[in-house]
Nanobody, 119 residues
Framework: VQLVESGGGLVQPGGSLRLSCEASGFPFSEAVMSWYRQAPGKGRDEVSDITGDGVTTTHADSVKGRFTISRDNARNTVSLQMNNLKLEDTALYFC?????????????WGQGTQVTVSS
């Protein structure tokens, strides 16, 4: 199983970034995919998630109206479009897969991609 994030970087406040996560090694369309983030010295918090069929999404209150999660099951990718970025969005962003294989719940994490918002 692999989850490979990309798209992080340095951006000014008010700017935009688009994160992507390419998945392999599991039935992608059956997994709830999520983005989490962890700021320095803080815990890992969920930002957004999306169901396997892409119909239902949820976003943390802190990012509602600014971030949008989406997925392409044909390409095994999940993306996070981040607009109007704020200083407090600075964090290491992780992709997470959560699915049930018939016997066990499986949860996998990527290595993370750094997002830094700074003027």
């Amino acid at each position: 199983v692999q989850l490979v994030e990309s798209g992080g970087g340095l951006v000014q406040p008010g700017g935009s970034l688009r994160l992507s996560c390419e998945a392999s090694g599991f039935p992608f369309s059956e997994a709830v995919m999520s983005w989490y983030r962890q700021a320095p010295g803080k815990g890992r918090d969920e930002v957004s998630d999306i169901t396997g069929d892409g119909v239902t999404t949820t976003h943390a209150d802190s990012v509602k109206g600014r971030f949008t999660i989406s997925r392409d099951n044909a390409r095994n990718t999940v993306s996070l479009q981040m607009n109007n970025l704020k200083l407090e969005d600075t964090a290491l962003y992780f992709c997470r897969a959560d699915y049930y294989d018939g016997l066990w719940r499986r949860i996998y994490w990527g290595q993370g991609t750094q997002v830094t918002v700074s003027s």
